[in-house]
């Protein structure tokens, strides 16, 4: 069962960041859809800062490295973006075994993982809203536990 989210504003995607944030447990796996620009990477930004406790946590976008790891308590984050390979066998070097296993992975332009896409995951699209700063938010969870956590995640109030 999906839920779809709507936000107004960047204060309203921060806040459907952290109430995830707030659920968050080790082998979590969130793959991340939608164009450039829709705001992938600045949802991973606000996830990671609230799992942290800290909204000035200083998270550098993976583009260019395609993995940052964020030792976090009570769980590890693992921000991939997969945007620059090309073939799904270039994943294994980034270790995302270990990610899928011990921490909470988000994970950027999740297409390319192709056969490594893990069942067990919540899947979030990223679509334009009514304005230039809204955002809609489909999430699609697969597994059981995910959906019962989609299903008791509180509205966002922006």
């Given at each position: ?83 620059r390979l090309s073939d799904p066998e ?69």
């Open positions: 069962m999906s839920k779809t989210v709507t936000v107004s504003d960047q204060k309203g995607t921060e806040t459907l960041a952290g109430q995830l944030a707030a659920l968050a447990k080790a082998g979590d796996v969130i793959l991340m859809h939608g164009t450039l620009g829709m705001g992938k990477s600045a949802f991973c930004r606000a996830y990671i800062r609230a799992l942290a406790g800290n909204p000035h946590e200083e998270v550098p976008s993976p583009t260019f490295t395609l993995v940052q790891i964020y030792e976090l308590d009570p769980v590890p984050v693992w921000h991939f973006d997969l945007y270039e994943i294994h070097e980034l270790d995302i075994e270990d990610a899928f296993a011990d921490g909470v992975s988000l994970i950027e332009w999740p297409d390319r993982l192709e056969y490594l896409t893990p069942e067990n995951r919540l899947d979030i699209h990223i679509e334009p809203g009514l304005n230039p700063d809204a955002r809609v938010f489909q999430l699609v969870p697969h597994g059981e536990d995910w959906e019962k956590r989609v299903a008791n995640l509180p509205g966002v109030a922006s």
